[in-house]
Structure formats: structure tokens, C-alpha cells
């Protein structure tokens, strides 16, 4: 089973930007659709955004479109996420995981997350 860890996130001020790293365990990465989702405190997990294997189709929810951005380098078997005008409401734990879709029961694999705070 790929094993996917998770990396890059902080403490930044609303404004700033950050970038998350989810780095894969398999070459089979390069095969794979990826997806990123948040969870704040209180809250159900949510979508975030996802990416095709071949990082040429994208979705992102609408709280973040326009802000984000889902990009993929499959020779480093990596999946990153621009943030960039991060709101106090961006602060969650991030996760990635191995999959297609809005819902976290079209993902598996999924790695155990990077906390992003945002401060106002």
C-alpha cells in the first residue's frame, strides 16, 4: 500500500502564502489521481482539490478556487498545493490522499496530514 507523508505546513498571517508537499512511496504514484482535502477543528473533513495522474485535469472546491493551486511532479512521486491569500479560515489540517472526486470515500492511502494556521 503507498504511504503518503505530508510536509510544508505553518503558521503564516492572512495574506501569505504556503506550499504542501505529499510525497509517495510508489512508483505507482505516476499511475495514481491525488486529491487534497482539510479538516478544521469541530469540522467534517472537506474537499480541497484533486488532480488527474497525467496533473492535466484539475477540480478545486469554491472556497479555494482562484487561491490554490493542485500541481503534480510525477518523476518525484509529489503532489503539491499552492495556497496562496490565506484566510483565518484556511486553518486546518491538510491531507492527501490517492484518488479522484469530493468525497473522502472515493480516496484511500491517505497520508496523516500538515497542520496550516493562518492568523488574522
Known amino acids: 500500500q503507498v504511504q503518503l507523508v505530508e510536509s510544508g505546513g505553518g503558521l503564516v498571517q492572512a495574506g501569505g502564502s504556503l506550499r504542501l508537499s505529499c510525497a509517495a512511496s510508489?512508483?505507482?504514484?505516476?499511475?495514481?489521481?491525488m486529491g487534497w482535502f482539510r479538516q478544521a477543528p469541530g469540522k467534517e473533513r472537506e474537499f480541497v482539490a484533486c488532480i488527474n495522474w497525467g496533473g492535466t485535469i484539475t477540480w478545486y472546491a469554491d472556497s479555494v478556487k482562484g487561491r490554490f493551486t493542485i500541481s503534480r511532479d510525477n518523476a518525484k512521486n509529489t503532489v503539491y498545493l499552492q495556497m496562496n491569500s490565506l484566510k483565518p479560515e484556511d486553518t486546518a489540517v491538510y491531507s492527501c490522499?490517492?484518488?479522484?472526486?469530493?468525497?473522502?470515500?472515493?480516496?484511500?492511502?491517505w497520508g496523516q496530514g500538515t497542520q496550516v494556521t493562518v492568523s488574522s
Open positions: 490522499a490517492r484518488g479522484w472526486g469530493k468525497k473522502t470515500e472515493d480516496y484511500g492511502s
Open positions: 510508489e512508483r505507482t504514484f505516476s499511475t495514481s489521481d
